[in-house]
């Protein structure tokens, strides 16, 4: 069992579903009399807890790479989908305690891990959160047109919000922002500018929001030798 995402390396043993996953293997081959040659045993499975506090679940088994036998949580019963999981299902309905015990896995183990995993990853989140640091830059164009350029940098996660602004009130409509890109140590960048009449120039801020800044970062162009272009 391999983890797909970094939050559950080393959070879980999963050596168990092997073991389970093996024997079921075994008897199932014993019970369908194909001890001989290569077979396959796969399970697709979920849980879910939806806003309301209501909670879904399924489970479904394949065999040799075909459907075969699915769970229905709600009337405790096991629904066939070829002749040769009937067997199978007869067998497993006849101790009542293997269908309670994959009503209680579905609606209540399964729901149990869920909320840990996603603990694990919130603590992650956590942990890689980092406040973007900022800067504003200007380009002047010409005695009419100078361009403002905020950028934000260093931070994480990726979602952001940048916004430019003209005496408090949003500039949606004037200004162009490049999309978010990554750096190398695993945090992003991103860009924001804007055109404006170099006369104009102190009644603009770059606004940014982010979750690991603890309030917004509001960024005004400070002129320093060097920073500013000429065209």
């Known amino acids: 069992m391999e983890p797909l995402v970094p939050w559950m390396e080393e959070k879980e043993n999963f050596l168990t579903l092997e073991w389970i996953f093996r024997a079921d293997l075994e008897n199932l081959s014993n019970l369908s009399h194909q001890s001989e040659g290569l077979h396959t045993w796969q399970v697709n499975l979920g849980c879910e807890l939806r806003e309301d506090g209501s909670k879904g679940g399924f489970l479904h088994y394949g065999y040799n790479g075909m459907d075969f036998i699915s769970f229905d949580k709600e009337t405790l019963r096991w629904v066939t989908a070829q002749p040769q999981a009937q067997k199978v299902k007869e067998k497993w309905e006849e101790d009542p305690r293997w269908s309670q015990g994959s009503k209680v896995f579905l609606e209540e183990i399964c729901i149990e891990r869920l909320q840990r995993y996603l603990s694990y990853q919130k603590e992650e989140a956590v942990q890689r959160t980092k406040p973007p640091a900022g800067k504003v830059n200007s380009k002047v164009v010409d005695d009419r047109l ?78 320093e030798t060097g920073e500013r272009l000429m065209m």
């Open 146 to 223: 100078e361009v403002l350029t905020c950028q934000a940098f260093g931070f994480h996660p990726k979602e952001i919000q940048a916004t430019w602004t003209r005496n408090g009130e949003p500039c949606v409509y004037e200004t162009l922002l490049r999309n978010v890109a990554p750096n190398s140590d695993g945090t992003y960048y991103v860009q924001l500018t804007i055109d404006i009449d170099p006369k104009e120039r102190d009644h603009f801020r770059c606004h940014l929001e982010h979750e690991g800044l603890q309030e917004l970062l509001v960024l005004a162009f400070k002129e």
